[in-house]
């Protein structure tokens, strides 16, 4: 019986530093985005992402954030006709946090994106407003450096600005070169805090 109340023990408080080291939350944010490509009449966009985080905190000074977001990237066409590029991205980040003052964080890593939609749309002439299905001009993914930094408000919520560089070429046709480049501004709100 001593035993078992030790092992219960052990575990309610391996259980408790495991939980402290342990916080995550949800963001949501404006996306500036582009391509770098050869493409002519190509310009930013505005978008926006939104998911949320899980970080672990290895050492005082150091900690893992995984996070999960539906991230919408792309371009706007300024040629004739006038239209905007839409990618949707089921994006995995994977950084590596650390404080360099208080409050204040920088971090980098990877991000690791999943295609699940892309289309354009025509926003001039008289064609505006039609779709087309752009899904075969794509490749299934991406995958970036990150590297950004965050400022905590307050206890409740975190501003950040991170720049996400895609280093493989998206396009599906291998004539065509075309690489995200993402400038996200977000704020987080932490559900389960440390």
Same mark, same amino acid.
């Given at each position: 019986?001593?035993?078992? =109340? =030790?092992?219960?023990?052990?575990?309610? =408080?391996?259980?408790? /530093?495991?939980?402290?080291?342990? %916080?995550?939350?949800?963001? #949501?944010?404006? $996306?500036?985005?582009?391509?770098?490509?050869?493409?002519? @009449? &190509?310009? %930013?966009?505005?978008?926006?992402?939104?998911?949320?985080?899980?970080?672990?905190?290895?050492?005082?000074?150091?900690?893992?954030?995984? *996070?999960?977001?539906? $991230?919408?990237?792309?371009?706007?066409?300024?040629?004739?006709?006038?239209?905007? &590029?839409?990618?949707?991205?089921?994006? &995995?980040?994977?950084?590596?946090?650390?404080? +360099? #003052?208080?409050? +204040? @964080? !920088?971090?980098?890593?990877?991000?690791?994106?999943?295609?699940?939609?892309?289309?354009?749309? !025509?926003?001039?002439?008289? $064609? *505006?407003?039609?779709?087309?299905? *752009?899904?075969?001009?794509? /490749?299934?993914?991406?995958?970036?450096?990150?590297?950004?930094?965050?400022?905590?408000? $307050?206890?409740?919520? /975190? #501003?950040?600005?991170?720049?996400?560089?895609?280093?493989?070429? +998206?396009?599906?046709?291998?004539?065509?070169? !075309?690489? @995200? +480049?993402? &400038?996200?501004?977000?704020?987080?709100?932490?559900?389960?805090?440390?």
């Amino acid at each position: 019986m001593k035993r078992l =109340f =030790f092992a219960a023990l052990l575990g309610l =408080f391996a259980w408790s /530093t495991y939980g402290q080291q342990l %916080s995550g939350g949800a963001k #949501a944010g404006l $996306n500036i985005t582009n391509w770098s490509t050869d493409f002519d @009449n &190509i310009s %930013s966009r505005l978008a926006f992402h939104l998911g949320g985080y899980v970080n672990y905190s290895l050492l005082d000074d150091l900690s893992l954030q995984g *996070e999960l977001l539906f $991230n919408q990237t792309g371009a706007k066409s300024t040629g004739d006709p006038e239209g905007r &590029i839409v990618t949707n991205y089921m994006s &995995i980040p994977l950084l590596v946090m650390y404080p +360099v #003052a208080d409050a +204040v @964080n !920088i971090y980098g890593g990877v991000q690791i994106s999943f295609l699940l939609d892309a289309k354009s749309v !025509i926003t001039s002439g008289p $064609n *505006e407003g039609e779709e087309f299905d *752009e899904n075969d001009e794509f /490749t299934g993914g991406d995958f970036a450096f990150v590297l950004g930094g965050e400022y905590a408000i $307050n206890e409740n919520v /975190t #501003a950040g600005l991170r720049l996400a560089l895609g280093l493989l070429n +998206v396009a599906e046709d291998e004539g065509d070169e !075309i690489k @995200n +480049v993402v &400038i996200q501004l977000y704020a987080a709100a932490p559900l389960f805090p440390k």
